[in-house]
Structure formats: C-alpha cells, structure tokens
C-alpha cells in the first residue's frame, strides 16, 4: 500500500463498507450498530480520493471542513494531523461524523458520487475523532489570558456547545443553562444510544468543562433565570433552546394512552433509560405489540427502531409522502429496513380509535402525490374514497417539532418570525434585543446538528465583535 | 432484551448543585413536608406554579407544588403524599440529606386578582396546592373560604397555616372524626346555598375535582381546578401532560396546571393518569419488599 494508486486506479475502487452489527442482533441491543472503519479500511478508503483541485465535497459541508486535505491525511497515515484539520471547522467530529445526512451534504457534492460511490467522509471523519478520542489526543494546549468578559448559554445542543467551545477558547467565562438535569440537548434525549453512543457526547462536555465552561442543569431560562438576569450579570447571551415543541396529528384519538409523542417516547428510553431492567420511569410495554411511527425523518426512523429493540413484533412507519421525500438519512433508513421496519408510504392518518381510552387501531387515508408545496416536495392528497385501518397498540408521532415558546413568551420585545422562531441576522446571529444572539434549531426550526453548531460558532465569532467593540449595529 | 448496563456509568459529568433539605416532617400518616434549598426557585416562585423533582441520578422526575417559597433562605416547602415509588422514597429522607435535582418554578402562576369571595378547595395533598392559592388570594384582598378535608383527622394538613393567611377555614374528615363530617363538595354545597361566590379553585384527586365542578356548575360559578396529568420534562417539550379543556389538546405543565375546571375532560385525565399502573405495582411492590427485608434486619 506504500505507492498511491494511480487516479485511474482510484476510480476502480470500490467503497470500503462500513462494519456493522448483524441486523438480528442489533434489534435485540442498544449497542451502537456501526463498529467503524479499521485503520487499515479508513486508509483505503481515503486513498480512493482525488485529491481534487478545487473539492467540491468542501462547498457540500454546511461548516466547509478542508476535506480534501484531513483525507489525505489518513491517507498518509496522519491522523493527529488530520484531527486538527477538522477540529478548525467542527468542534464535534466524532457526532457529526456519525449523524450528519452526509449524502446531502459532503458525501453528495463529491465527485464519485455521480458514480455511486462517494468518498465515505462521514465515515473517515469518524474515525479520526474516534482515534484521537482513544489516544487521549488535547486540541487546545494553551488557554488564552481570561478577557474578564462573560457569557451565557442558555441551552447545551450542539448550538449551545459549539458556542460555549469557541467562547471558552477565546479567554470568555462562559455558563451554559440547561432546562433539564443533563447536557446535550437532542444528542442525549432524541437520538438514540445505537447510532450515538452518549459517553461520546459526555466526553465532549467533560472537554469543555476541562476548558472552564461551567453547566448548570435544571436552569430553565425564562423561569429558573429571568432572560434579564443574565443580561445584567453577563456581557452577552446566547440562545440556543432548540424546536421542543413536539406537533401532534390534529385527528381524533390522539390522546388516547398508546399514543406518544417521539419526544415523549424517545426521552423515556434514552435520557431516562427506561430500557434498562430496574430503570425508574416507566415506558409503555411494547414487547410482543404492533406499533406505528407515524412522519419519515430521522426522529422517526429512531423511534421505530427503538421500538424495535424494545421488543415490538411488528412495527410500520407511516409517512405521507414516497421514499424519495423522507427526509431521514439514507442509512438509517437502510438500517430500519435491515431491522424489519415496515414502511407504508402515501398514507395519513385521520383517526386514532380505541377501547376504555386505550389505543387499538389507526385510520389511515390513501395519499397520492400532487403538486409540488412551498418546500418543493411534491404535496401528498388524498385518494377519494381510499381507507384503511391498522392494529396499533403503540403510535409514535414523529412529524416534526415547532418552537418551545416558554422562554419566548416571558420575552415579548425579542422579534420572533410567523413560525415562532427567533427572527436573526442569518451572518450575526443578532437578535432585535443588544447583547442577545441566537441559533440552531430556534432559528431555523427543526434542521441538523451541523447547522446548529455551525450557528453557534458563527454567533460565537459575532459575540466576539461585540465584546470588542460594543456597537449593536443589527 | 439485551441489556448494556454499562449505560448506567456514563455521566454526563457535569457538576449538579444538590439540593439540600433544610428541614422534613410529617404532617399526617404518609404525608411529609420537605423544606429544601432551592433559592433560584424560591427567588421566582409565584402561587399555583410546582418544580420537578429528581431524589438521586437514576431516580424518575416527578412534579410537586410549591406549597411557600423563603427567598431570603432560599428555601422552598413541598408536601409529599407518599402514594408510589419515588414518593414514598423521598419521604424516606430527612433534614441534612439531599434531592438531587429541583427544576422550576414551572407552570403559569395562578390567576390572582381581587374576586370578591373565593373558595378554595383543597383535598388530602392537593391542599398543598390549595395553600399559597389561599395565601395569595388573601394577600390580594379577596374574603377567602378554604375548605381541606381527608379521610381522617390524621390526614388533615396545613391547618394552621390555612387559619394563619386570615382565611376562613372548614375542615371536613369523611369518618367525621374531625371538624364537619363528609366530604369537601358537601361543605362547598353548604356555603354555595347560603353566600354569593365569585370564584373556586380546586386541587386534590381528580374526582373530587370532578365533583366540585358538578356543585359550581349549576350556578355557573367560575371554577379552577389545579390538573395532575402524568410529567416528564415539565417544559413544554415531550406532551406527555396533554389534558383535554373545551375539546382542545393543552401541555398541563405550560398551558396550565391550572385550567376551567367545567371545560375539563376528567374522564381522560383520570385514565391517563392509570396508564403505568402496572409499572408502578411491580416496583412499589418492591420498595415494600426491601423495606420489609430492612425492617426484619433491624
Ligand atoms: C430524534 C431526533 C433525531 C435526530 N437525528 C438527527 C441526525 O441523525 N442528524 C442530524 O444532523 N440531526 C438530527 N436531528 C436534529 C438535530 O438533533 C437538531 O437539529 C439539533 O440537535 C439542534 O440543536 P440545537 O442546539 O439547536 O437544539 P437542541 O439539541 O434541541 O438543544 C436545545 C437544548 O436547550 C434546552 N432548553 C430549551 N429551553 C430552554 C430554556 N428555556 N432554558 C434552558 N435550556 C433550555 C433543551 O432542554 C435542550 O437541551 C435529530 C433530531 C431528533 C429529535
Ligand atoms: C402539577 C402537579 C403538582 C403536583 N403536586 C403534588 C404535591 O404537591 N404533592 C404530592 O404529593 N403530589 C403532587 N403531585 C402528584 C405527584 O407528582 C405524583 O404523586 C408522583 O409523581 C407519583 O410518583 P410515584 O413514583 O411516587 O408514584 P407512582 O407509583 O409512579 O404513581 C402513583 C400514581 O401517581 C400518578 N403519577 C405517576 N407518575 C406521575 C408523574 N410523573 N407525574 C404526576 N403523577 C404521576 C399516577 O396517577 C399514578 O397512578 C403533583 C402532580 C402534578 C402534575
Ligand atoms: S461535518 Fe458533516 S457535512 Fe461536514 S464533512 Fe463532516 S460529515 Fe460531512
Ligand atoms: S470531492 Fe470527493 S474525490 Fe474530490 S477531494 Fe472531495 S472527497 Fe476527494
Ligand atoms: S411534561 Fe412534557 S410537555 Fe408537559
């Protein structure tokens, strides 16, 4: 393997496969189902790269991460070198590397992608964050003299953490408020231990703690701290409280018991841990019982197969749409299916039906696929005359969140748009109110890790400004 | 299933202030009043609103009324029913032990403006609830009627502080072995014949708030009841709380507790609120178990 492979060669190539869990034995588990690539596999695999002159996998990354030069880094075996390279752009490669919707985003602008197989840069992002991680590997070896200035977090996702990480960075006394007793946002209490292993997420809190970041949980901003009171104390304030308002169907039934918001049910198994024998807070028995998951993302697809793992006989999603349109990543639906998801698409639901208040069946209503609507899907319509009904002992509703007005609401002079998001400078991060910046998904509504942490570090270097020279110039 | 119990181990790390208990009573036969250290809490707190509760990190997180708030010890009062698992464990701590998350205040306060008259009504724990609502009313010029009942004379609470806000207060057992005999919705019956009301709050079991809705309806008396739905966040952000009021799907931990008690499906909350029964047999089953097995060894 000491000579590069002429280009030519490198397109023969086939994608090195990702190692993964047999899929009888992961439904059964929730341990992480991808294993990751071996040394040996991540350097065969970034060998397959051009090494193209102008990458277009760098304009497909939300955060631009020189791609092209961290694979050719573990192309040569450098994988500190290559950790760093990322650690430029992405303060959190070992969770962006395993959640990204990267046939999107790098993966979809590489050029082997028009022959099917992309650079697996997901993959090698990885497993450089992986190695570094095992190696003990320190990004930041010397903290700057501390500035004497202050900020607030007032969330800790991945928007609230990346803004924290760079503030921190820069010689700022940061604090991080956290509604709930554990950091992490949707990291810890949506997505699921099988696709991301908490201690992951744990220990880049614990960096950041290392660094002087200081957490404190059950802080619910609006209620626990007054907005106000943070501004009086610190120089700035960052809000980064997510979309935690889970949308319900709007039909009839839907609070019968059996029916559980993703939030609801995912919350259940993963922050609190109801999956474990002897865990205090209970979750619907779904052992032996049809569930359905109602929505097509990536929250769907999650609660599916933790459903799965809980032992459901059979489990349907049910989505409105086709497969081309879900939005959920291309891997987990590949996963889902390896898993014994049923998918039935172009339905909807139009009714939850039960006995003594207990769900037993849903009303589904055939869609076909109309015109395309505002986000350019091809709106779904029904079928005249076209029902059905399905057994259903569990139904999850997975079909989107809006914004959590609870801090909001104590705040009536912050701009907010028509969809209760926080109105921003799309550059800044600027809010209506001075001093207070805003992002990830309380911006943009229910989006991606990436684009949260991206969001928090581009209000990170806009608060920087702000400290400097204090000119609110929105 | 398989389990990786592996997962316990991992922790998140971050430092959590522990809550400690200033002082912790009882107050009746299962009934404990937990004065805790929560001055965040104590510093925001309005009447009607409640905090959620963890008694240690594995522990499930449970929503309690904040029956006072001292802002200047930074305190806040709860009393406990010990009715199931963590109930009865946090029951079990004592002055100088700790609670090892509080969140809140969360909820929206209670609506509190001068009425008129009020009643307020408070069953078994639910008088917990009732109490700052008493207090509040009082304070903002209201002639407040608070009516407690329990079973029996033990299980009366906060009697003296009900008396001591200046309210008038009527204490009902259903044995009658204290104060009138029968239930809370008669007494409220009693005083609807005889005085002009504007306003009636109720908090306790959910039939009895059911009940009192029934006594007010009639007269079309305005009537809040305090709901006890089912909690996991207590922020707006799983539904897990949802209640029916007029036909419309609330969050009960942001929308309310408090909601128009003759727009409230009771039906629904009481049934939601049975849905982890067996869950809940099982593991207080076991709390009995164990506190059988350390009462033998001791
Ligand atoms: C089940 C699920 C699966 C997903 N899978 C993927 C995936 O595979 N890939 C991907 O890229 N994206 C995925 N997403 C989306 C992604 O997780 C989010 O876009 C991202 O987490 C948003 O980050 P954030 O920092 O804006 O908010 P969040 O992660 O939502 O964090 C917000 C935090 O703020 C806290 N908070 C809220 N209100 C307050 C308050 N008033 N005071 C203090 N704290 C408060 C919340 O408790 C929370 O911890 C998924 C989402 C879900 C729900
Ligand atoms: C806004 C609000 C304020 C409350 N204030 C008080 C109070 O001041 N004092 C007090 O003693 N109790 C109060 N409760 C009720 C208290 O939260 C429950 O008794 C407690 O959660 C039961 O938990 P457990 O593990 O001890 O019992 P479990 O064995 O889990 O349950 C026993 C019964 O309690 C109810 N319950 C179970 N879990 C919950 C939960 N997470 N939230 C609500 N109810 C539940 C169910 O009806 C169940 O059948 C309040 C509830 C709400 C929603
Ligand atoms: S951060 Fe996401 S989009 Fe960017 S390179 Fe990594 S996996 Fe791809
Ligand atoms: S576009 Fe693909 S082949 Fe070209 S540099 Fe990027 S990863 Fe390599
Ligand atoms: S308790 Fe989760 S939304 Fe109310």
Known sequence: MSEPFTKKERMKLDRIEMPERDAAERAQSFDEVNLGLTAKMAQLEAMRCLECKRPKCVDGCPVGIQIDEFVKLVAEGSIGAAAEIIQRDNLLPAICGRVCPQENQCEGACVLAKRERPIAIGHLERYVADYVRAEGFEYIKELPVPTGKSVAVVGSGPAGLACAGDLIQSGHAVTVFEALHEPGGVLVYGIPEFRLPKEIVATEIRGLEDLGVVFEMNAIVGRTHTLEELLAVHDAVFIGVGAGLPRFLGVPGENLIGVYSANEFLTRVNLMKAYLAGAETPVLDVAGKQIVVFGGGNTAMDAARTARRMGASIVRILYRRTEEEMPARREEVRHAREEGIIFDFLVGPTGLTGEDGVLEAVELQQMELGEPDESGRRRPQPVEGATSSVTADLAVVAIGNGANPLLLATVPEMETTRWGTIAVDEVTGRTSMPGVFAGGDIVTGGATVILAMGAGRRAAASIETWLDDGVWAP | ?298
């Open chain 2, 1 to 298: 299933m398989l389990l990786s119990t592996a997962f316990w181990e991992w922790s998140v790390g971050a430092e959590v202030e522990m809550h400690r208990i200033a002082d912790a009573r009882d107050t009746g036969p299962g009934v404990r009043r937990v004065v805790v250290e929560a001055p965040h809490v104590a510093a925001h707190y309005q009447a009607g609103q409640f905090v959620i509760v963890r008694v240690d990190d594995v522990g499930e997180r449970i929503p309690l009324t904040v029956a006072a708030a001292d802002p200047s010890q930074g305190t806040i009062t709860l009393y406990v029913q010990g009715i199931g698992r963590t109930t009865r464990q946090l029951n079990t701590l004592g002055s100088g032990e700790y609670l090892h998350d509080v969140a809140g205040p969360l909820g929206k306060p209670s609506e509190i403006e001068r009425y008129g008259t009020a009643v307020v009504v408070g069953g078994g724990v639910g008088t917990a609830i009732a109490y700052p609502v008493v207090r509040a009313l009082v304070a903002a010029g209201n002639r407040v009627v608070a009516i407690t009942g329990g079973r029996s004379r033990e299980y009366v609470i906060l009697e003296d502080e009900l008396k001591a806000t200046g309210a008038d207060v009527v204490v009902c057992t259903d044995d009658g072995s204290y104060g009138k005999a029968g239930f809370v919705t008669e007494a409220l019956a009693d005083i609807l014949a005889t005085e002009s009301i504007n306003i009636v709050f109720a908090a306790g079991p959910v039939p009895m708030m059911r009940a009192v809705a029934e006594v007010t309806r009639p007269a079309g008396i305005p009537t809040v009841a305090s709901l006890n739905p089912i909690m996991v966040d207590g922020t707006g952000m799983c539904g897990g709380c949802r209640v029916e009021v007029g036909g419309e799907t609330k969050f009960a931990c942001v929308d309310g507790p408090e909601f128009d008690a003759h727009l409230v499906d009771f039906d629904l909350l009481a049934r939601r609120n049975q849905a982890y029964l067996d869950f809940e047999r099982v593991r207080n089953a076991e709390l009995d178990e164990s506190s059988c097995r350390a009462g033998t060894e001791s």
